[in-house]
């Protein structure tokens, strides 16, 4: 019964160059949450996302961060032409659908670096 | 006033105490209460959820709300050295799918 799955791990690129981020979720879950963490910081949620939807994207930076969940294949979480202040571990958690609460779960994260 | 208060640390117990971590919080709508655990480098792992008011046990944690407080605390057990680790709070209002977190409490126990 595998976790949330996210990759790669580790990410290095250049100021400027574009990073993407993979999450896929638990096994039967459809609600998707994309968080940045910051040392000494705690967990800031950026966006929440359902199959083919954007249903919460208050915490995203205006530009240069998009996300997706599509149909088919993984959540992507996608980093335009980075900075230096986008070096952080990035964070995918899930939940099943329904109307009821149920808590998140969360891969191990993606820590991505800026050269 | 950030919704969800939590004490940084580190605290630092001997192996075998009793640990308390604890959260306050501002909003009264807030229903839904979680600890979460992180080892470095590693992402945060559901330890326990609690609905409203009381308290919940699993094994060596027990989770305690008071919401006359606005206050939940995690205890552990006969603490351990592998139970070094940050302890994160989060919580839910009712009908939101975006919980509030805390900045996490490093714990460490020593042998």
């Known amino acids: 019964n595998a976790g949330v799955m996210q990759n790669p791990r580790h990410l290095v690129r250049r100021r400027g160059q574009e990073a993407r981020l993979r999450c896929s979720p638990m096994?039967?879950?459809?609600?998707v949450y994309w968080y940045r963490q910051l040392p000494e910081e705690g967990l800031k949620f950026m966006v929440y996302?359902?199959?083919?939807?954007?249903?919460?994207e208050s915490g995203m930076p205006k530009e240069r961060f998009s996300a997706e969940f599509p149909k088919e294949g993984p959540s992507i979480l996608r980093i335009q032409q980075v900075v230096r202040g986008d070096s952080a571990a990035y964070f995918c958690?899930?939940?099943?659908?329904?109307?009821?609460?149920?808590?998140?779960?969360f891969g191990d994260g993606t820590r991505l670096s800026i050269l | 006033q950030k919704e969800v208060e939590q004490d940084p640390g580190p605290l630092s117990v001997p192996e075998g105490a009793i640990v308390s971590l604890n959260c306050t919080y501002s909003?009264?709508?807030?229903?839904?209460f979680m600890w979460y655990r992180q080892y470095s480098r590693k992402g945060p792992e559901l330890l326990m959820y609690?609905?409203?008011?009381g308290n919940k046990e699993d094994g060596r944690f027990t989770a305690q709300v008071d919401k006359s407080s606005k206050y939940i605390s995690l205890f552990i057990r006969d603490s351990q050295p592998s139970d070094s680790a940050t302890y994160l709070c989060?919580?839910?209002?009712?009908?939101?799918?975006?919980?509030?977190f805390g900045r996490g409490t490093s714990l460490i126990v020593h042998p």
């Open positions: 958690a899930s939940s099943p659908p329904g109307g009821v609460f149920q808590p998140q779960h």
């Open positions: 096994k039967g879950h459809s609600h």
């Open positions: 996302l359902q199959k083919e939807n954007i249903i919460d």
């Open positions: 909003n009264s709508a807030f229903q839904y």
């Open positions: 609690t609905y409203s008011s």
């Open positions: 989060a919580m839910n209002r009712g009908g939101s799918y975006i919980p509030t």
